[in-house]
């Protein structure tokens, strides 16, 4: 069992010396993540979704961060972040249009390194949300990467559509018992019944989410999983 535990709430971390101030100050905080035992009802999450030039999480850029905080089971919208990095977008590059993102947006937006340390300033130590979470916080870990910073985000996670799965199909189905699409957010969004306003724009989808995220604890309540260590796995 503390195996188990080490993996998914692992010892303290450290910063390097010649690390900036600002990854040192977000070390510092995810020293006191919540402990395993931590009711979910007192557990803080932050939903994020990243939009980006593309699909290649080493060569492509973030172009916007939405995020929003999940506490005492609520969508705290009023405490949501959004930020769009200033990027050069080639011509012929549709992902900006698709994100309702202008060019003379991006090219105003904050340097990478400024939206990465709001970012990390926002989200503390709270436990981070996503739909497929893994490509979201590769691409942070790029911005963390070209910053020149060795190290990755330290939070603990959840990705919503394995935790879907879970909840629906149990924790022992085999790959082949599903469909990706089954579990896509749109499909989601049809099975739960979730807004759809800015649908493909990081505010949007990371609200969007938030709002699956509750939906999917409330399943978990009932399958008896009441605290962070119960859920995070």
Request: hydrophobic residues 40%; neutral net charge; proline residues 4%.
């Amino acid at each position: 069992m503390r195996d188990w535990l080490s993996k998914i709430f692992p010892s303290k971390a450290a910063a390097a010396p010649e690390d900036p101030a600002f990854w040192k100050s977000y070390v510092q905080s995810i020293n006191s993540q919540p402990a395993a035992a931590t009711p979910l009802t007192e557990a803080e999450f932050v939903v994020f979704d990243t939009e980006t030039t593309g699909f290649d999480t080493k060569e492509d850029r973030v172009l916007s961060i939405g995020a929003v905080k999940v506490r005492g089971q609520q969508v705290l919208v009023q405490e949501s972040f959004e930020c769009v990095v200033r990027q050069e977008v080639l011509t012929g590059n549709k992902s900006a249009e698709v994100h309702g993102l202008l060019r003379k947006q991006l090219e105003q937006g904050v340097p990478e390194q400024e939206a990465l340390q709001a970012f990390l300033a926002y989200i503390g130590d709270s436990i981070l949300v996503g739909h497929h979470l893994r490509y979201d916080t590769s691409m942070i870990n790029g911005m963390i990467r070209r910053s020149g910073i060795n190290g990755k985000l330290l939070n603990s996670g959840i990705d919503t559509a394995q935790l879907a799965r879970r909840l629906e199909r149990g924790q022992h189905h085999t790959p082949d018992s599903y469909k990706r699409s089954e579990y896509s957010l749109d499909a989601l969004i049809t099975k739960y019944n979730l807004p759809t306003e800015a649908r493909h724009t990081a505010p949007g989808d990371a609200f969007i989410t938030a709002i699956l995220l509750l939906k999917l604890l409330a399943k978990a309540k009932k399958r008896g999983i009441e605290t962070v260590g119960e859920l995070v796995r």
